[in-house]
């Protein structure tokens, strides 16, 4: 059984940080390019960042770089989002996601397996 559980969301106010992890199993981790994406209430669920197998290729949004930072931890089997300077637009549901596939990864269907989300308020 595949399982991607995310942890780190809470309330926050404008300008904090916030870490979330995502640790994932019954799949060959380190064989999966991972994924974060969030969606605020009402709005599509969004790309926000994306890592290759082994952590040399990152991707953001244009909404969170510099801000946001994705790692990976393959013996930990664990992806994680490093968000600094939080915006009240930052606000949403965080979801991890793990893809079989080394590109198009801000695209939702590239990715075989979700996570349930963690959710990420910031106060302005």
């Known amino acids: 059984q595949v399982q991607l559980i995310e942890s780190g969301g809470g309330l926050v106010q404008a300008g904090a940080s916030l870490r979330l992890s995502c640790v994932v199993s019954?799949?060959?981790?380190?064989?999966?390019?991972m994924g974060w994406f969030r969606q605020a209430p009402g709005k599509e669920r969004d790309f926000v960042a994306a890592?290759?197998?082994?952590?040399?290729?990152?991707f953001y949004s244009d909404s969170v770089k510099g801000r946001f930072t994705i790692s990976r931890d393959n013996d930990k089997n664990t992806v994680y989002l490093q968000m600094n300077s939080l915006k009240f637009e930052d606000t949403a549901d965080y979801y991890c996601?793990?893809?079989?596939?080394?590109?198009?990864?801000?695209?939702?269907?590239?990715?075989?397996?979700w996570g349930q989300g963690t959710q990420v308020t910031v106060s302005s």
């Open positions: 019954g799949i060959t981790f380190r064989a999966f390019a």
């Open positions: 890592i290759n197998w082994n952590g040399g290729t990152t």
């Open positions: 996601a793990a893809s079989p596939q080394d590109w198009g990864l801000d695209v939702r269907e590239k990715y075989a397996y």
